[in-house]
């Protein structure tokens, strides 16, 4: 008989995007029944962090958009990459920061990787450099909260 063994943090982690995968890729993002339904898969801290997502997902989403260049907008973004983020800028609530864009950026890597036979063409993709685009991303967006969160606190 082989016992489970408990979840790690980045397990529980993948999970929550994944969830939040399904709610980008659905469009979902008002549809808290959705992720209670998925109660067996997630457990109570999960299915919290994931409501922090919905519940300011207007406003993660619009912040992210506006670091975003001009050129580029949150629907060019992959859904997988919109959950990643989205989940990173709720994490900044209640974990340092760099271990959120550390942990954002090495699960780029896990759904954006190359294989051993990946070509050289391949190797300077887009895809395989979005974690690099995530790491400048969520950088940009905490650096930014941090002052606006500065100034607002000096008005009061």
Known sequence: MTQNKPKTQRQKRIEKIQILYQVELLNLQKDFDFVLNMEPY???KQTKE???VLKNYDYFKNF???LLDPSWNWQRLSYMLRAILLNA?????????????NEAVEITKIFFQLTSDTSAKEYNSIDYNLFKFTNALLETYYKTKVKIEAIKSNVK
Request: aromatic share 14%; charged share 25%; net charge negative.
């Open 42 to 44: 997630l457990d109570a």
């Open 50 to 52: 994931v409501f922090v």
């Open 64 to 66: 992210l958009e506006s």
């Open 89 to 101: 800028c709720a994490e900044f609530e209640f974990i340092d920061a760099r271990i959120v864009i």
